[in-house]
């Protein structure tokens, strides 16, 4: 198994990705550590996780607040002995309109977000991570030129995890601490059955693609799994992108 003794905490674990992630952990041999602000979500993900024999914690966090983030890293390691893996997948709060549409605080509401809790949950787990001289920090989102009108500041608050990113791994990289985000051009699993245009959204992302499909929650937890493995070891400041061609590098 590629994940075979390490320690993984999953911020905003109860979403559909944060779900696909810590399943494939698990799956792995990682021993997982649930963290989001729904407790019967949680309870419920690991439940299924014990039942395919997966080792699984999980506990009310706000990934927003540094001393509960401080807390929960140092249960994990008073718990584990370690923490090799820190993956943050939290929703952002993006109001996505034209950004003419836009009053100040939507448009800034996913940047504060994102970049907070980023930073937030990357400094706790480095606090262990420089102490024992590796571990991986994993993104989710992806920033680059490309964009479509109407995301609001969503797109812009991917570009500052991008930025944020490029310098924790300058900053983190001799300790032997790894930082990589996963991108893809949208997961048709993750939209609500009951979305207004969800078939016409779905066209939209398959044909973006030059393998005219898109990325499953299946890949995103395969690929993440990899990606915090040891068969990854090379991997440091880059983004990792999974779009089927949609977003080009």
């Known amino acids: 198994m590629m994940l075979g003794g390490k320690v993984a ?7 559909s990705i944060g ?9 792995e041999g990682a021993r997982v550590f649930l963290a989001g602000r729904t407790r019967t979500t949680l309870d419920a993900l690991a439940a299924g996780i014990r039942s395919e024999g997966g ?7 706000d990934a927003l607040d540094p001393g509960a983030v401080d807390t929960f890293v140092d249960d994990v390691v008073s718990a584990a002995g370690r923490l090799d893996i820190s993956v943050n997948v939290i929703g952002v709060g993006d109001v996505q309109r034209p950004l003419m549409d836009l009053s100040v605080s939507e448009f800034m509401q996913p940047i504060d977000i994102a970049t907070r809790t980023q930073f937030v949950t990357t400094k706790s787990a480095a606090r262990h991570m420089i102490a024992q001289r590796g571990g991986v920090i994993l993104a989710f989102g992806g920033g680059g030129t490309q964009t479509i009108a109407g995301l609001g500041g ?19 990289g001799a300790y032997g601490v790894r930082v990589v985000t996963v991108k893809t051009g949208g997961i048709p699993e993750t939209l609500p059955a ?6 016409e959204i779905i066209h939209g992302i398959e044909a973006a693609t030059l393998l005219r499909r898109a990325a499953t929650l299946a890949d995103v937890g395969n690929v993440a799994a990899f990606v915090a ?9 880059t983004d990792i992108n999974i779009s089927c061609g949609s977003l080009m590098d």
């Open 19 to 27: 779900g696909a992630i810590a399943r494939a952990f698990a799956r």
């Open 229 to 237: 493995s040891d068969a990854a070891r090379t991997m440091t400041a």
């Open 55 to 61: 080792h699984v914690d999980s506990a009310t966090v």
């Open 9 to 15: 905490a999953i911020y905003g674990a109860g979403g």
């Open 154 to 172: 969503f797109k812009v608050a991917l570009d500052a995890v991008e930025s944020l990113r490029r310098q924790w791994s300058v900053e983190l």
């Open 194 to 199: 009951d979305m207004a245009g969800r078939d």
